[in-house]
């Protein structure tokens, strides 16, 4: 069975300060690793997945096996980044069904 | 286009009480997930269609828990005497193909169960 851990359920940052969002994950197998985000009235959408590779709106994720973790990271943290995020898990292969931790809020104060 | 709908948006039932939660994916989109996601949580995988078969129902809690996608395109979550345990957010998501593709979120159904 695959399990997801964001050990925050609150991050509080200033503007311009960098934003770390944690990730851990327990499967046996080869996963995928996602962020997905949830702005104020909005619906549930994706920021990133690993085997992208991207910087999505200054948000980058890198997959450490070692440490079984897929942190998010954002260097100068933007009022406009206030949202829930939650980091989900999908085996490779087969159907897409995600396996989500419990979120994290994040505010980003002026 | 129009993204994942899902109707109602706020559904209040009385303990026991049949509900029915509708979801309408983007058109065109194969594969079809509910998810159940209770206060504080995240979003939990409740079942699974390609089309019209339900692939993996290994998520709903109990049998009184039941959805169907008869002609693969809408789907409709049934729970059957509902709990106070029930109320959550239901979110339904649709993905264009398997098992590679983005899925897409509805808004939920906020089902409060008194």
């Known amino acids: 069975a695959q399990r997801v851990t964001q050990p925050e359920k609150l991050l509080s940052v200033f503007k311009g300060a960098p934003v770390e969002l944690k990730c851990n994950y327990s499967?046996?197998?080869?996963?995928?690793l996602f962020w997905y985000v949830q702005y104020s009235r909005q619906r549930l959408q994706l920021l990133l997945r690993?085997?992208s590779r991207e910087s999505i709106k200054g948000f980058t994720a890198d997959l450490n096996k070692g440490e079984t973790s897929f942190h998010l990271k954002k260097p100068f943290a933007q009022e406009e980044d206030s949202a829930m995020y939650y980091c989900?898990?999908?085996?490779?292969?087969?159907?897409?069904?995600?396996?989500f931790g419990k979120g994290t809020m994040l505010l980003v104060s002026p | 286009g129009a993204g994942v709908s899902q109707s109602p948006r706020y559904k209040v039932a009385k303990r026991g009480q049949d509900v029915a939660l509708r979801c309408d994916p983007i058109s065109g989109h194969v594969s079809l997930f509910w998810y159940q996601q209770a206060l504080g949580q995240g979003p939990e995988f409740l079942t699974y269609?390609?089309?019209?078969?339900?692939?993996?129902k290994s998520g709903l809690p109990s049998d009184r828990f039941f959805a169907e996608r008869p002609e693969g395109s809408v789907s409709t979550l049934k729970i059957q005497r509902t709990q106070q345990e029930d109320s959550a957010v239901y979110l339904c998501?649709?993905?264009?193909?398997?098992?590679?593709?983005?899925?897409?979120f509805g808004p939920g159904t906020r089902l409060t169960v008194t």
């Open positions: 998501a649709s993905s264009p193909n398997v098992p590679t593709g983005e899925q897409y």
């Open positions: 269609f390609q089309n019209e078969a339900q692939l993996d």
């Open positions: 499967y046996s197998g080869s996963p995928e």
């Open positions: 989900a898990l999908r085996p490779r292969g087969g159907y897409s069904t995600l396996t």
């Open positions: 690993h085997i």
